[in-house]
Structure formats: C-alpha cells, structure tokens
C-alpha cells in the first residue's frame, strides 16, 4: 500500500468532504423527508422549452455550440445577462460579465484570485458552507461576524478589522449573500447595506456579494444591491441554479473590468470555457423572455411552499424557550434555533432514524458556533412531504434528551 | 481608480493571460489561416446523433438531468468510460473515475490537491502550456526535462530527482502526456514508459498521464498506457474533446481510489458536480457504440490532414540546416524546430502579416527554451489551407532576418 498522505497539498490534507454533499446522499434513502439539500423544485423546470431550445441550437449553429468558446462566454448571453441587470439598477455592460461553470466556480475564482494561505476574509455567521469550503481550499483564514435581523452587524465587523489592523493584518475580501442568505434566510437591510460599502471605502476593500436567490423575493420590499450601490468595490455572483435548473452548471460574476479579467485569466487555467452548448441554449431561452415567466412561476410555488412550512413550524414545533426560526422574503432556506445547550449534530441521527433530515447549523460557521441550529430547505419538497417532515422533526426535537447519542456528523 | 493589485493572491499577480487563448483571438480575424488554436475539425462533430440524444434525455429524465448530480459523475456514463477504458488494457471500475468538466479541470483539481506554493513538478520540456498554467496558479516550480524521440529522457529526469533529493528537494509528481504529446507530437517509448514509472517506485513518487490523444492513433503499435501499466502510482487524465467534441466541457481522470477520493472531494468547492445533462447526453452517445465509430471518422480524417501537411512542409519548407519537424503518428499536433538563433516569437508579427499562425515555442517551457520552435494543429484547417498556410509560413522563414522586429506576443 502506497502512502499518498506525505504527496498531498496542506490544504488537499485538511479538506474534508462537504457535509451537505454527504447528506445529500442520505436524501436518496427510501423514505427519508430530505430538508437538507438546497434543490430546486424539479417539478418546475421547463422541460419542454429546454427540449426545444436546444434543437433550434443544434440545427442553426451545432458546429459553433459544441466547439471551443471563448473564456469570457457566449456574447450574446452576456448581453442578455446585462440587461437583465440594468432592470435591477446595476449599471453594468457584457465587458463587466464572465460566465461560469456554476456559481460555485466564481467562488472559486474568488479564491484563486484574491487568497494566499493564511489571508483573511471576513463574513457573516452563519454562512454558506460552499464559500466556506471554496475559501478554505484556498489556505483562507475566516473571521465571522454575529448577524441578526437586519443581517451582519456592521460595527462588530468594523470592530474586528480595527483588531486585525492593530496586528497589521488587512483582510482580502468581505463576503455577503445580501439576500435571503443561506442559511440563515436573512435580508440585509438597506442601512447595513450602506455601513458594508463604507467599510470597503474607508478599509480599501472589496466586497464579494454572492447573489443565488435575489430574484427570488415572495413579498416586501427589494434592496437594492451591493452591485448596484458600488461597482467599483463589489464583485457579484449570480447562478442560473436557483432561477432556472442547476443541471446546465453556469452562473455568471460581474462587477469592475480589471477584477473580472482577473477572473478570465484564472477561468483559463481552470476550465477554459463553461460549455458553450448550454450557453447557446440559456442565451434562446432568455432571448424569447422565457426566464421572466419562469422566475414568476418559481416565485409563486415557493412562496406557497414557504408559507406551509412556517405553518407547519407553528402547528407542530414544541414550545421550548428559544427554540426560534426565521421568516425569509424569499430564497430556499429558513433556519431553526433550538434552545442553548442542545446539539443538532448529536440530534441528527435521531432525526435520520425518524426518517427526516436537515443540515446541522456547524456546517455553516467557518470558525465554530452554532451547535443548537440547523439550516431548513423549502422548495425541494411536496406539501405533503412537508408536514410529515416537520411533524417528524418536531417529535424528534420533543423528545430529544441529548448528548447521549454519538453523532455521525462530526463538524 | 481603485489599485486592486495589492489585494491579488501572488499566483494572480503573476498570472498571465495564455498566449493561446490570446492567439485564438487572431484566428476569428477574416484571412488568417491558424495552425495556432487545437481545435478538433467541426465538420465531423455529429449534429444530428446529439440533436437525437438530448431529445431522449430530455425526454425520459428531464428532471433528474436539469438537476444537481452526485459529484462523481453519472453512475452511467462512468461504467461506460470503465468499459472503454478496460478494452485499452487498463484494469479499472467505475469507482476509480471521476467525471470532470474537461480535462483542464482534471489538471486544476491535480494543482489543488498535490501542490503548495513552491513545490516542485517534473515534466517534459517542452509540454502541455494548459499544464503549465494550471499548476503554475498553485504556486508550483515547474523543472522540465529534455525530450528526444522516445519521449522524456529519463536518464535526465533521475538526474534531477537526484539533485533536487541532495538538496533536501521531493517533487510532488511527474506530469506527462505519452501519446502524441502537446506540443511536440512525439509518443513515449515502451522503455522510457518503464523507466517513468521505476523512478517512481524508487522515489516513492505519482505520475500524472494526461492522455487526450490516446485514442487518436493513424498508425504503428499503441503501447500500454502508464495507468494500464501500474494502477497504483498513476493518475490519469481524459477528455472527450479532442475524440468527440469540446462544447460540452467533459472529462475524466481515472487512477488510486484514494487520489480519486481526494480529487472527489477538491471538486465540491469547485463546481459541486459536472453539468448532469451533458452527461447524460454522453451516457446515450456511448451506450450505443457510437463513440468507437466516430473515432473510426476522426482518425481517418486527421490523418489524411497530417499526411497532406507534412507532404507540404516537404514541398514548401526552404531547405535551411536544422529545419526539422516531428513526425506524429496521432494526435493533432507537429512541432517545428528551425536553425538556432531565429526566434519564432519575434518572427510571429510577420506570420500574422502574411496572415498565418501558429503557438510560439516559448509557452510551451516552463523554465525558459524553445524560442527557434513552434506548434502547428493540423486537425481544424482545411486541406487548402493546410496548403496555402504552409505556403505562407515557408515564405516567412524563408525571408526572415530576424531580430529587427518588435513582439508582439512576449512569452
């Protein structure tokens, strides 16, 4: 047997699989009620207009589609993309936009980019495991900041960047999912908005500001966006997974010509191109309007949906002191708090043998926190497969006595 | 003005934009005959046969295709690959392939996985620029070894090795291409294939075998991949670009199931998972023993092309001491060698001037050379152009005086 360890890169040798993914495969048991993953509703994706967009592409330009493209993406995409964006109030053109093979991919460039090992970003607490782990492999040293209601709490990450001054330490980058965040659900109010892109200003920072579900609001009021606000010190990211299908894997970044070159120039060491055959395809259905439509159809069946699960939580939930969940605008995910003291990581096996799943609140810290809080996903599952899911998670929470069990998930 | 520089990564601010990615910019100029890009020829990419698969997919599991897959890759399409891959005498399941968004990914998740800033790579000089980059944006140090017509000179390698160990040095691994090598064309001997993977066993080493071109062989004996020859000590990388079409952005790498594990768990930050329907669309091309046909169709057609362009370099080239280019047995490139002192990256602007290109020799060295050489694809261009381009180049040398000329692609 060969030793590989010694081979490994420091980060190779620190990463370990994401919990999410791994919990993912659990969702494929018979019977399991899956809260855990971040799926959209395949029931809603536009099969038929898909099938029929990628015809017209292979008849009219299948040569092109599915040779080389460039690093920066199909240009017609990008127009599209463009003008999608300046209805949302960002002043931007196709020279300020980069496909990319998934939004996890413009984490990654991110990365690549921006990170040395032991470089600091900043972020909220909890966050998105994906830029978490993203960042990591990158040799990242993450700081989090306490969020409430109204998002991050600006002066306590104003307080830790002070801190870090006084050791001599810059951080690289802050890190924001502005809108219906994941986990948490949280949207940033207007105000903190304005106290991030102070910081930037007064640090000399840059804000990355991830941005899967924006379209996605059911109700109230829209934020306008980090992007929108400052496009000299924000670089946004934005998906097609969460407003269209994640099966194609392109998501887009956009902000300041010299960052989003930076980015091509890592795009080519990475992957090239993202396929131009999907793109030609996204670039046919968002050309006939057909996206508007879509994301109006997405909008309403999870709204109904997340109005059940808050339903649901409020007929079956047991009334503990703490035990709290937040009512997002929009987005896939809510997120529970359980009393102080109870451990979702030690309760998950529980829940697993109920039959229910959810991700424990660990995954989504990146410097330890948040034991008694998991992350729940709306838009994946039926009604049905609601209520019996959180009537299950409910009985698991009541009767849970805790720490006796041993976890299967170790954050 | 924002100054972004100090808040780059050190790979960033050393990073180049790739000269053959810049240079496939001048092949959409009108006029320019390109032997620069490595681009498969269009004309045989089969339309009609993807046009029917996607219908079927779309058709049969729309939903489950335009969803998340698991980070593997289609359980499907790997057991097809394994099956392929078994038949070329490599001894493998579908447990020991990972799909991958191309194969430059292949060689990115290798970077993150193996390499620190520092750490030193072999590899053949000259080779792979994509290589180059890739592990370069890790921070590697490339030291590159003499190639001659059996491939790498070994004998030089184990010297390296042995100067690196006095000096306290490991590297991480060997980085080859065996077959039809980019830039170069040449195939490794069976013998320097054994002695590759002896100095790996003796200095407890991996080798990564990219292998894009394998299949693509007009003639002669195939000898046994590296992975086919040690299934223990190999990595090795597979693309469907070069022996199907690019536009779907897919590969494999295939080897220890404890690299691929790790090469698992890598790609969850980077993309979470290859796009699922490109996969499945491939799934149902293989499934039907299509693929084997159409690299009956490729081969034919390449080497009709690889024929007719080194009976013109013959016709055309002026007759100059040390003008020399490789006879490739497969693949799609040749490499050419002229006398010592000309400089092909000085002579390029009068190449773009009589509306020719090829790839500098330069940006296939990772540690400095090959200024008086360069690479021509003969797999896109026409037969005509093949003449015509031929043509242009040979008066090019012909007149070239060198030196007096500005670059305008500076390695």
């Known amino acids: 047997m060969i030793n590989y360890e010694p081979l490994f890169s420091n980060s190779a040798k620190g990463m370990k699989r994401s919990e999410i993914r791994e ?29 029929e967009m990628s015809r017209i592409v292979l008849e009219r330009e299948g040569r092109t589609a599915l040779q080389y493209g460039p690093t920066e993406g199909d240009t017609r995409l990008r127009e599209e993309l463009a003008k999608m964006m300046q209805k949302d ?25 921006f990170i040395d090992p032991g470089d600091v970003v900043l972020t909220s607490r909890p966050t ?6 993203a960042f990591h492999a990158y040799g990242a040293r993450m700081i989090g900041v ?8 600006t002066a306590q990450m104003e307080a830790e960047i002070e801190k870090l001054a006084a050791k001599g330490v810059k951080p690289k980058f802050i890190y924001e999912i502005p809108d219906f965040q994941n986990p948490s659900g949280i949207t940033m109010s207007l105000k903190r908005r304005q106290e991030i892109l102070r910081i930037a200003e007064k640090y000399d920072l840059v804000v990355i500001e991830d941005s899967p579900y924006r379209q996605l609001r059911f109700e109230g009021k829209t934020e306008p966006s980090l992007l929108g606000m400052n496009s000299e010190r924000v670089l946004g990211l934005y998906t097609f997974s969460k407003i269209l299908l994640p099966g194609f894997r392109l998501g ?18 990475v992957d090239l191109c993202s396929p131009p055959f999907n793109q030609a395809i996204l670039f046919e259905y968002l ?4 996206l508007e439509k879509q994301i109006k159809v997405i909008i309403k069946a999870y709204r109904e949906k997340r109005d059940f699960m ?28 359980l009393p102080e003291g109870m451990d979702t990581a030690e309760m998950f ?16 810290y990146p410097d330890g926190g948040g034991r008694n809080s998991f992350r729940m996903n709306f838009s994946y599952s039926s009604m049905a497969e609601i209520e019996e899911g959180v009537k299950r998670l409910s009985e698991v929470i009541s009767s849970w006595k805790g720490g006796r069990e041993a976890s299967i998930i170790t954050p």
């Open 23 to 51: 919990l993912l495969k659990l969702t494929a048991r018979p019977g399991i009620i899956s809260f855990a993953g971040g799926l959209p509703a395949p029931d809603l994706f536009p099969v038929e207009e898909i099938k």
């Open 89 to 113: 109030g960002i002043n931007i053109t196709s020279n300020h936009l980069l496909i990319v093979t998934s939004s996890q991919q413009g984490l990654d460039l991110t990365g690549k980019v």
């Open 128 to 133: 998105y495991v994906g830029a978490i782990q």
């Open 146 to 153: 306490e969020q409430d209601e109204e998002g991050t709490q």
């Open 252 to 269: 887009w970044m956009a902000g300041p010509n010299e960052l989003i070159q930076k980015a091509v120039t890592a795009k080519q060491s």
């Open 287 to 290: 050309s006939r309007g057909l």
């Open 310 to 337: 808050l339903a649901m939580l409020g007929k079956y939930m047991p009334k503990l002191p703490g035990l709290k969940w937040t009512q997002p605008q929009g987005g896939l995910f809510l997120w529970v708090t």
């Open 349 to 364: 096996h529980s829940a697993i043998e109920k039959q229910v799943a959810y991700v424990v609140g660990t995954a989504f």
